[in-house]
């Protein structure tokens, strides 16, 4: 999934200086009948909603520079990042009231999450799949989106192929998610 990110991140970069290098060799002339729109760029990706879910916290140094350096390249807000940690108490658990409370301001003040060491927030528990399901559908009606599982653990995989299925079949929003289980 790193390398995938990293796909994005580089076509991105190739798309604004592609982008800025036509707008650069405009001579301010015009041709009848010519077209000129800029021409269609090759990577078509407009938004990927990327999850880390792991139970240990080691786990996200693995991806540390890549999800640093989406934060400081992704100005359009192409990628966005949710890390979930399960070994801690869910959110809104009193155990984890302290940690929450050290990390939302350690990430105010310094911009940085205490528990991945990067700019992005690390929710605890695993993820309402069913929601996060709901809001994309809602936020990308009448589309196609791929769906791409990565890791051994079959509750997960289940779970995304099951939701894909039925939010595919059964919305309103019109959303057909295709579901990928990577092997490496």
Known sequence: MI???????????QLDVDLEAGAGSSSGLSTAGADTSPP????????AYFYWVTP???????????????AETDKKGVIELHNHCTSVYG??????????????????????????????KTHF????????????ALNHQNQRVGVFYCGGAPEPLKTLRKLAQEFSRETNYDTKFEFHKENF
């Open 3 to 13: 390398s995938i990110i990293k796909d994005i991140i580089n076509n991105m970069k």
């Open 125 to 136: 528990a695993r993820p309402n799949w069913h929601n996060v399901y709901e809001r994309i």
């Open 91 to 120: 959110e809104g658990d009193a155990r984890s009231a302290l940690i929450t409370m050290i990390q939302s301001l350690n990430h105010a003040k310094h911009g940085v999450d205490v528990v991945s060491g990067t700019r992005v």
């Open 40 to 47: 269609s760029p090759s990577f078509r990706t407009r938004r």
């Open 56 to 70: 240990e916290q080691g786990s996200f140094e693995w991806f540390r520079d890549v999800m640093n350096e989406v």
